[in-house]
């Protein structure tokens, strides 16, 4: 009943630090400054197309991915909710025509269902989809930083649910390991000690 103990607690930590695959993801994406023509091209490469009609009873659209724009290159350690700027989504009011909203990140001060919480509508992007590539383009005006580049992070949902980020690394850090590691071990010091012990009937 103790090695069985001991297994279940080993896997759960391991679950805890591998979330589960989603079956759709980015695969690659690529965000290209068109300075003459004062737009940022992007293009989105998913591992299956997207549904862009189906909505669950909560309201929550199969698969949606939204781009966070930053103005700057974000201090490491400091808020990043402080360098957003805008973001583009999806939103199913607009999807019916093949477009997407830029908006900014500070929602209004009466706020409109389309909007979902964020803020103005800075433009509509229309977009294509071909097999598993979405393509679009933004004026670069709402999304380039500082430093005239864009900053940006990337994430993709299934009814609501994060499925990945492109910027987020898939493999536990080292404190990750370190966790894991002194979890195993106290486990096994535990087993070893009880082992140890003599059996009282």
């Given amino acids: 009943m103790k090695k069985f103990i001991v297994g279940i607690i080993a896997v759960l930590m391991l679950l805890a630090c591998y979330p ?4 759709f993801v980015i695969l690659n994406d690529s965000a290209d400054i068109d300075s003459v023509n004062g737009v940022v091209n992007f293009s989105l490469t998913f591992s299956s197309p997207p549904d862009l009609v189906t909505v669950d009873q909560y309201g929550r659209m199969a698969t949606q991915f939204q781009y966070f724009i930053f103005t700057g ?3 490491p350690g400091a808020p990043l909710l402080g360098y957003l700027q805008t973001v583009i989504r ?3 009011s607009y999807l019916a025509n093949h477009q997407l909203l830029v908006q900014s990140i500070v929602p209004p001060s009466n706020p409109d269902p389309v909007l979902g919480g964020w803020g103005a509508i800075l ?3 229309d977009f294509t989809l071909n097999g598993n590539t979405l393509s679009f383009s933004a004026p670069s005006s709402f999304l380039l930083g500082v430093n005239g580049e864009i900053n940006y992070e990337l994430f993709s949902f299934e009814y609501g649910t994060t499925a990945s980020s492109l910027h987020i690394p898939p493999v536990p850090e080292i404190s990750t390991w ?4 002194l979890g195993f071990v106290t486990i096994s010091v535990m087993s070893y000690r009880r082992r140890g012990q003599p059996h009282i009937a």
């Fill in 73 to 75: 290159d974000p201090v």
């Fill in 90 to 92: 999806e939103t199913p």
């Fill in 123 to 125: 433009a509509v992007a």
């Fill in 20 to 23: 589960a695959q989603a079956s």
């Fill in 178 to 181: 370190a966790m894991l590691l």
